[in-house]
């Protein structure tokens, strides 16, 4: 039981070194994430479509 104590304790002493991101930094990022989300389903859906396209012709 000392030992989980004393993690808990140590774990709690680590998370208030941590410099946590801000509400501008948080939204920036989720935006890039979409963005680029977004970007890799275009890119895959293309290449689908004209993989598809010429499987069909030559099938």
């Known amino acids: 039981m000392g030992k989980l104590l ?3 304790r140590e774990a709690k002493a680590e998370l208030k070194k941590v410099t946590w991101p801000g509400r501008q930094q948080v939204w920036y990022s989720t935006l890039v994430v979409i963005a680029f989300t977004l970007f ?3 890119y895959l859906g293309i290449v689908d479509l004209a993989l598809t396209g010429i499987f069909s012709r030559l099938i």
Do not use: E
């Open 6 to 8: 004393s993690f808990i």
């Open 40 to 42: 890799v389903a275009a």
